[in-house]
């Protein structure tokens, strides 16, 4: 069965503090992306990225970076220098198979909060 | 211009009213879909639409209608809702129906009085 966890619930830092948002999934399949979605207070689910599972480069941009390692089944996001606009509920996906109707398996969620 | 546009961005109806929820994208995308999100929970798939045909239902009930008139809009009909089908309504995009990235709409907050 594929599963998505973020074991975080809730995470609160100061503005300018570095966090990492952790996301475990777990898939038979050898070919599968992963996701992460941003979703602030207004609702809108903003894409983040998409990383294929035969790529474990990370990846890099601005202030975000992903660490993608396949051997822990992880696919963790780190913000550096967090600011007050990044306080939002971020999700973590994993693509579905064709006998699950390529549903997105969604993580919980973990809300962010950046204090000033 | 990823961008998926989704009217009205608030309603509150009564049990007996009969509302639609529009949504649009010109981003050339083939697959559409209706989500359902409840406070502090995932997304739900609801719907799916490939190609202008409905692909996917998931279990939804009846009072829930989705159209698909073109290729660029999807409507949600919604009929004699209860309560609990307050929540936020989202639509989204994709290339294709696979393991594509989905682009969302901003959401209708839907209140069921």
């Known amino acids: 069965a594929q599963k998505v966890t973020q074991a975080q619930t809730e995470i609160s830092v100061v503005e300018k503090e570095d966090v990492t948002l952790d996301c475990v999934y777990e898939?038979?399949?050898?070919?599968?992306?992963l996701f992460w979605y941003k979703q602030p207070p207004s609702g809108e689910l903003v894409f983040l990225i998409r990383r294929n599972s035969f790529d474990e480069q990370n990846e890099i941009s601005g202030r975000y970076s992903w660490n993608f390692q396949k051997s822990t089944s992880s696919f963790n996001f780190t913000i550096t220098a967090s600011q007050v606009v990044d306080s939002a509920v971020y999700f973590c996906?994993?693509?579905?198979?064709?006998?699950?109707?390529?549903?997105?398996?969604w993580g919980a969620g973990t809300k962010l909060i950046i204090k000033p | 211009d990823t961008e998926v546009t989704q009217t009205p961005k608030h309603l509150v109806m009564g049990m007996t009213n009969k509302k639609s929820l529009k949504c649009e994208q010109h981003?050339?995308?083939?697959?559409m879909y209706w989500y359902k999100q409840k406070a502090k929970k995932p997304p739900e798939l609801m719907f799916v639409y490939s190609y202008e045909k409905l692909s996917i239902n998931e279990s939804v009930p009846s009072r829930f209608s989705p159209e698909c008139p073109n290729s660029s809009l999807l409507n949600l009909h919604l009929h004699a809702l209860q309560p609990e089908d307050s929540a936020l309504y989202l639509c989204?995009?994709?290339?294709?129906?696979?393991?594509?990235?989905?682009?969302f709409g901003p959401g209708t907050r839907l209140l069921v009085l």
């Open positions: 996906a994993l693509s579905g198979t064709m006998d699950s109707n390529y549903q997105l398996i």
């Open positions: 981003m050339g995308h083939r697959a």
């Open positions: 898939t038979r399949d050898t070919t599968y992306y």
């Open positions: 989204a995009s994709s290339q294709g129906w696979g393991q594509e990235t989905q682009y």
